[in-house]
């Protein structure tokens, strides 16, 4: 996003902070109204003010929020800098330890050239960790998930079949629209299971190997089964309960079960509608805290000028934000509201 940032005057957050900057900032963000809040504030030693989005180095959408160890990694999808549609290419991550500071971890992936089979629309992505493995899903051409595997949360992830774990062609899939949106899930007992489909959501029970399934997908129906359902799915499980949540076409929804298979029941909404026009989310627990990421079109607002003919596009150049997320006492989840500014307590 090196050309737009350059026009508009902003900067990227740097990775480190000195006392003077972080003094002398409010002083220059009050002459530059066309700048966005820098990424993190330092309060105070015992917490920080996050300023969404959280990513400013490059536009980001989509996000996977994924706890390994003690570091918080998030794999969201790439818009470019001058996109006008959802032509995405390739694959960025980034990580955190304190959700104050946010480590750009460079490219991760590019399936167009790391495959012999994709070849568009590389979309919202999922990575897990098992055996001390990790695998990377990631969704091409609005047909295919494929799958890259590697020994770090950042890879070097490569393609083991040479094909797509699974298509909308294959047997069992309903796939009434798009084919996309992989989000995969280990429940208690080890087992993997991967969510995916846009309209219709298909429920494949992975093999041990996390690269293959053998049991007939289980689909559910958006009208019966999941009312609202369009796409963005997410699976998060807390007290024994199972959670699904996704995008109804502008908000973020959601339904609970004691299965992972239903029958599910709608709980309402948990985001209201972003000014990028759609949505996508992931809900995490670290370090105690429960946190939803999305993302919104805050990045491009502030940087393009409202007479810029690219204004038009900034439902295609998107960036992630967070919340922290909160639940009643019956396991219902409180709705979020969305902030410019978060303040997070120090965390050890």
């Known amino acids: 996003m090196k050309n737009i940032l350059k026009k508009s005057g902003y900067r990227p957050v740097l990775k480190r902070f000195s006392l003077v900057s972080l003094y002398a900032l409010p002083l220059l963000m009050a002459g530059a109204c066309q700048q966005p809040k820098s990424q993190t504030t330092i309060q105070d030693k015992d917490s920080c003010v996050v300023q969404n989005p959280v990513i400013t180095v490059r536009y980001s959408a989509d996000p996977s929020a994924r706890v390994f160890g003690d570091t918080l990694y998030i794999y969201p999808s790439h818009d470019r800098d001058q996109a006008q549609w959802w032509d995405m290419e390739d694959y960025y991550a980034y990580s955190t330890t304190d959700l104050c500071h946010y480590k750009d971890e460079g490219l991760i992936f590019e399936p167009f050239k790391q495959t012999t089979w994709a070849k568009k629309y590389a979309w919202a992505p999922d990575c897990i960790e098992k055996n001390g493995k990790y695998y990377f899903y ?34 069992g899939i309903a796939a009434p629209r798009d084919f996309i949106d992989p ?5 208690d007992d080890g087992t993997g299971y991967l969510l995916v489909g846009q309209n219709a959501l298909n429920i494949i029970r992975l093999n041990d190997d996390m690269i293959s399934y ?4 289980v689909v559910l129906d958006k009208v019966k089964d999941l009312p609202h359902f369009f796409e963005a799915i997410w699976i998060h499980k807390k007290d024994k309960k199972y959670y699904l949540s996704y995008s109804d076409g502008v908000g973020i929804s959601y339904c609970m079960a004691d ?3 239903g029958p599910y029941e709608y709980k309402g909404r948990i985001l209201d509608e972003v000014n990028s026009g759609t949505n996508h989310s992931s809900i995490v627990e670290y370090k105690g805290q429960w946190y939803l990421f999305y993302h919104t079109a805050d990045l491009a607002l502030a940087t393009i000028t409202a007479d810029s003919p690219d204004r038009k596009y900034i439902q295609w150049r998107r960036s992630v934000c967070m919340a922290p997320l909160f639940y009643n006492e019956d396991g219902t989840i409180q709705p979020v509201k969305q902030s410019s500014s978060i303040k997070i307590p120090k965390i050890n």
């Open 214 to 217: 053998s049991s007939k997908p």
């Open 138 to 171: 990631f969704p091409t051409d609005q047909d295919h998930i494929g799958v890259a595997v590697g020994n770090t949360p950042v890879g070097p992830f490569k393609d083991p079949l040479g094909k797509p774990l699974v298509s909308r062609n294959s047997p």
């Open 183 to 187: 989000a995969v899930f280990i429940d």
């Open 259 to 261: 299965s992972i298979y």
